[in-house]
């Protein structure tokens, strides 16, 4: 490497997102130490993206470093949790000061963006891996998890579901569509705007949830494997964007496609009210897509008027949204 490790660290690992009072050491030292407020617990994730594997080479460090970001607030998001801390271990080839330059001006403005500060990591050369843990501060005891639906609650998804699998298969040349549909498409796949907000309005509200990384029916099962119950969704009502339906989107890219960091809950029918106009204050949508039918642990889908399980792979032309 040109610069020393310790440069990289100085220049560009440094000071960067919204300094806490109760960050006690940041970077700098052998670790760092933060002190947790009374009555608050700590949630604690980590994320690794592998070139080539979790990213596609020729994305921008500016876009590589939100995105690095955004996926780990979205599991602070799924907690209910509110994003405090980060640290970094990165892992590159050689020490280019103008993708670091652009990789950390944008990791700190995002950062600032979420009220979030890196206190430390790790530097290394080797093949381009980015490792992020974030950490944030949840009320004692009333994280948002994944065991809680009950059978009778109602299931919501945020926002559009599909964009980001529906520009990945257009990338790969499996379908075509105009560059004004691809730029829409790809903001979802390359910049994803974490629920973080959405998140902490759900505690107390959610008896599950999860964030929607590799895709609806995938995590879904995570949530009635975890509450040992069946959970039904109606395929119709499964929200996608306007683009998404003009571009020629298919409804197994919005069941099956990850990567749409959209926030999927549980909730008692009796919150509905308070749910909808909570999310109306803050923007974006909230759909109701189905419910928890009864004890078990599958994911069903119901399309005009008949269920099938979801894990038996129906799907493809039967929910096919353009036929
Ligand atoms: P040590 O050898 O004791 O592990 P390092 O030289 O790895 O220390 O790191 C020195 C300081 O810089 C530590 O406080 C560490 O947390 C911080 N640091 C190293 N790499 C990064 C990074 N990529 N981002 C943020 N902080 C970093
Ligand atoms: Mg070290």
């Known amino acids: 490497m040109t610069m020393s490790e310790f440069e990289i660290i100085k220049n560009y690992c440094s000071g960067i997102g919204t300094q806490h009072s109760d960050t006690r050491l940041g970077v700098g030292d052998d670790a760092a130490i933060i002190s947790v407020p009374n009555g608050y617990e700590l949630a604690i994730s980590v994320d690794t993206m592998v070139a080539g594997v979790h990213f ?27 994003p405090r801390w980060a640290t970094l271990a990165l892992t590159m080839a050689n020490a280019d000061e103008a993708w670091l330059a652009a990789f950390s001006e944008s990791l700190d403005s995002m950062a600032k963006e979420y009220g979030v500060e890196l206190i ?17 501060l949840v009320p004692s005891d009333r994280a948002l998890k994944r065991s809680g639906a009950q059978v009778g609650d109602d299931l919501f998804v945020s926002n559009c579901l599909g964009d980001a699998a529906l520009a990945l298969r257009i ?66 009502q499964v929200p996608v964007s306007q683009t998404f339906v003009a571009a020629g989107g298919d409804m197994s ?71």
């Open 56 to 82: 596609l080479p020729d994305l921008s460090p500016q876009l590589l470093a939100r995105k690095l970001l955004a996926v780990n607030l979205s599991d602070m998001a799924a907690m209910g949790a509110s």
């Open 120 to 136: 430390g990591g790790d530097t290394t050369q080797g093949p381009l891996t980015l490792s992020l843990q974030i950490m944030g």
């Open 171 to 236: 990338l790969r040349g499996e379908l075509h569509c105009s560059d004004e549909q691809l730029a829409e498409l790809r903001r979802g796949l390359d910049n994803p705007q974490p629920q973080v907000s959405l998140g902490q309005k759900l505690l107390g509200i959610a008896t599950a949830a999860i964030d929607v990384s590799d895709g609806l029916v995938a995590d879904l099962a995570h949530i009635a494997e975890a509450s040992k119950v069946d959970i039904e969704v109606d395929v119709e």
């Open 253 to 323: 890219d919005a069941l099956y496609g990850g990567d749409d960091y959209q926030l999927l809950f549980t909730t008692p029918t009796d919150y509905r009210n308070q749910l909808l106009k909570i999310y109306s204050d803050t923007g974006g949508s909230l759909h109701k897509i189905g419910r928890v039918t009864k004890a078990g642990g599958a994911v069903f889908l119901r399309s005009a008027d008949q269920a099938y399980p979801a894990a038996r792979g129906f799907g493809f032309e039967h929910f096919s949204h353009t036929d």
